[in-house]
């Protein structure tokens, strides 16, 4: 199993950031995700955010080894054939270390502050799904051109392809009605977040079911879950961290937001993510997003040097 980071990018300082991605790399994690608000969504809405996109060129451009991206890139914000040539272009820079997720986005709040179009879920699913056609024709010299219903393209103007050969790693995020279908058919992986056990079997269950459905290996499709996370040589202190960082945002700490964090001592941490990684997760992102975040490089650090080792 490998390990990532995900530090939404609201309630930061590029300087915060840019140190919490170079501790990550330090300790041995494989991933870095960013995620793709243009407003804060938790805390002081008015608060600072920066771009998604901009934002990982710049720290990849600081990392050597860690692979970045976004989870994930909103289907609504940019053109496909603009992500995938901005993909591209991020590879090209960090020497190959680029994954691209995508997803249909949620915030119509946001958009319409930006002037986005933000049309229904049902149309924003058949965009994602004609998205991920159009940067995978943008990225295949033996394809000239994409005609859907949405969107059309010449992948005449693709170059430079990426360095990544095929292309980089297409991630598909999200666990609605019509996600297991998108990612069987088009992605290359599927992350999902925020569930508990119980309910990401459910999830899996259904990707798995959409892959067979059409004919493919579910194997082939790889899994990656995101989770907060709370660890500590005392149990009962890692838990009071955890209730403390829904309960003073006044969100109440019950039953359902217990089952959807992870929380314990190293042992106990580490026996709830090998349940995942018996499930075929093979990539577990510890989820580090102001307000809902306490302590993120000491917990990022307690993570690599005491829970990782008991789950390689």
């Known amino acids: 199993?490998?390990?990532?980071?995900?530090?939404?990018?609201?309630?930061?300082?590029?300087?915060?950031?840019?140190?919490?991605?170079?501790?990550?790399?330090?300790?041995?994690?494989?991933?870095?995700?960013?995620?793709?608000?243009?407003?804060?969504?938790?805390?002081?809405?008015?608060?600072?955010?920066?771009e998604a996109w901009t934002l990982l060129s710049?720290?990849?451009?600081?990392?050597?080894?860690?692979?970045?991206?976004?989870?994930?890139?909103?289907?609504?914000?940019?053109?496909?054939?603009?992500?995938?040539?901005?993909?591209?272009?991020?590879?090209?820079?960090?020497?190959?270390?680029?994954?691209?997720?995508i997803g249909s986005c949620w915030n119509a709040w946001e958009a319409?502050?930006?002037?986005?179009?933000?049309?229904?879920?049902r149309e924003r699913n058949e965009r994602l799904a004609e998205a991920i056609q159009v940067i995978r024709t943008m990225w295949d010299p033996s394809k000239e051109n994409f005609e859907g219903h949405?969107?059309?393209?010449?992948?005449?103007?693709?170059?430079?392809?990426?360095?990544?050969?095929?292309?980089p790693r297409i991630w598909v995020g999200g666990t609605g009605k019509s996600l297991p279908a998108i990612a069987a058919a088009h992605a290359d992986g599927w992350n999902a977040i925020f569930a508990s056990l119980e309910e990401y079997k459910g999830h899996l269950d259904r990707v798995r079911a959409a892959c067979e459905a059409i004919g493919r290996d579910p194997a082939t499709l790889a899994l990656s879950f995101g989770q907060r996370?709370?660890?500590?040589?005392?149990?009962?202190?890692?838990?009071?961290?955890?209730?403390?960082?829904y309960e003073r945002h006044g969100v109440a700490f019950d039953d359902v937001m217990r089952s959807r964090f992870i929380f314990g001592s190293a042992i106990q941490v580490a026996e709830q993510v090998r349940a995942l990684k018996d499930l075929g997760v093979g990539q577990f992102v510890l989820w580090h997003e102001p307000p809902f975040d306490a302590e993120a490089e000491d917990q990022i650090r307690e993570f690599a040097e005491t829970v990782a080792p008991l789950l390689r």
């Open 229 to 245: 996370v709370s660890v500590d040589k005392d149990s009962k202190r890692a838990e009071e961290r955890a209730r403390l960082q």
């Open 150 to 167: 949405y969107y059309k393209i010449s992948a005449a103007h693709a170059s430079p392809l990426p360095v990544q050969q095929p292309h």
């Open 112 to 121: 319409g502050l930006y002037g986005i179009d933000f049309p229904p879920l």
């Open 1 to 50: 199993m490998e390990f990532g980071i995900q530090t939404g990018q609201q309630h930061r300082s590029y300087a915060e950031l840019l140190n919490l991605w170079q501790a990550a790399e330090r300790l041995g994690f494989t991933y870095g995700w960013l995620y793709d608000h243009l407003i804060p969504v938790g805390g002081d809405l008015d608060g600072d955010v920066f």
């Open 58 to 101: 710049s720290l990849l451009a600081r990392t050597d080894t860690i692979r970045g991206g976004i989870l994930v890139t909103c289907v609504m914000y940019r053109p496909p054939s603009v992500v995938a040539k901005a993909a591209s272009t991020v590879d090209h820079a960090s020497g190959g270390r680029v994954e691209l997720g």
